[in-house]
């Protein structure tokens, strides 16, 4: 069997940290195009993205889809990437961007670590443990430093609606480690792919079987409401860039994260995500976040480091 050859763990974290920065603009690129629906945003940048993904790599596409034993994780990876898609992007309208974004991002990595734990029996190391305790921290600390009364643009939040939001993000945050963790699983050794599979055909195939789910999502809600775009001279390029960048390079760039790590630590490097996601609702939104909010942020950092410790120490 063919695969591709993995990234140094090195070369995985700058991959990962990439995609996170082009993620983190995700939020503020759906802000400039208000009137479209966030399900309708999610499902075109991932049906989309994916469609690209997957025609741009059919010989491994078909080279993972020929495998009996990967199709069932291919589905469930394909499952949580196609919630995950949809329902994020409710979450940062309801809840905001910066809050949004640390929600969903700060508890993909718990949950990959209790998938890792109670599918795979692998214990979490202390070091991921405080790793972990210190982000989810450093996130909490964002959340409360997130000021809904003061938001530029004239945006009022009812607090119940940010409450969903705050559940939807919770939602695709497990989604999100779903899907990461399926597609570490196909990358890994196994008895019916001995050398495992390449990070570009796994990731490429869980996008295009994503795709046709979200691609029908589209195209119904597009019919049911085709006016959502009158009036939305951005919604066009906004949602090129993504497709083409957030969508297709970053999840490329994820591949190349997973071929190097378990999907629990990528998770907890993904973190870098939300960051670039609050300097970002700041910024250019007009989000307003308390000196606590910016202590939380050093905070995710400093829990980012302690993983990186971990793995040079080994």
């Excluded at 695969?3 to 990439?18: E, I, K, Q």
């Excluded at 025609?55 to 596409?61: I, S, W």
């Excluded at 295009?208 to 029908?216: E, F, G, K, Y």
């Excluded at 589209?218 to 009036?231: E, K, T």
Aim: charged share 10%; net charge positive.
């Amino acid at each position: 069997m063919k695969t591709t050859p993995h990234a140094s763990y090195g070369g995985g974290v700058v991959a990962l940290l990439l995609a996170c920065t082009f993620w983190g603009t995700t939020g503020m690129a759906a802000s400039f195009i208000p009137g479209i629906n966030p399900i309708v945003i999610g499902a075109s940048t991932m049906g989309i993205g994916g469609l690209i993904l997957g025609a741009t790599a059919l010989p491994g596409v078909r080279m993972v889809w020929k495998n009996i034993g990967a199709v069932p994780l291919v589905i469930l990876g394909a499952l949580g990437l196609a919630v995950y898609s949809t329902v994020f992007y409710i979450g940062m309208s309801w809840a905001g961007v910066a809050l949004g974004n640390v929600i969903a991002l700060g508890s993909a990595p718990l949950f990959a670590g209790l998938i890792e734990w109670g599918v795979d029996k692998q214990r979490p190391s202390a070091r991921w443990l405080i790793a972990t305790a210190i982000t989810v921290a450093g996130g909490a600390m964002l959340v409360s430093g997130r000021n809904f009364g003061e938001d530029g643009g004239g945006v009022v939040r009812d607090s119940s609606m940010v409450t969903l939001g705050i559940v939807l993000a919770l939602v695709a945050g497990f989604a999100y480690a779903l899907y990461t963790y399926m597609a570490n699983k196909l990358m890994k050794p196994h008895a019916d792919r001995p050398q495992g599979m390449g990070h570009r055909p796994v990731i490429s195939t869980i996008q295009l079987v994503s795709a046709a789910p979200l691609l029908v999502i589209l195209i119904a809600l597009f019919v049911a409401d085709p006016g959502q775009f009158q009036n939305q001279p951005l919604a066009i390029p906004v949602m090129a860039y993504l497709v083409l960048f957030p969508t297709a390079v970053g999840h490329l760039l994820l591949a190349v994260g997973l071929g190097a790590m378990p999907a629990s630590r990528a998770a907890v490097y993904t973190l870098f995500e939300p960051v670039v996601a609050v300097v970002m609702a700041v910024v250019v939104v007009g989000e307003v976040i308390a000196p606590i909010g910016w202590l939380g942020l050093v905070v995710v950092l400093l829990g980012l480091l302690v993983l990186t410790t971990e793995s040079r120490s080994r």
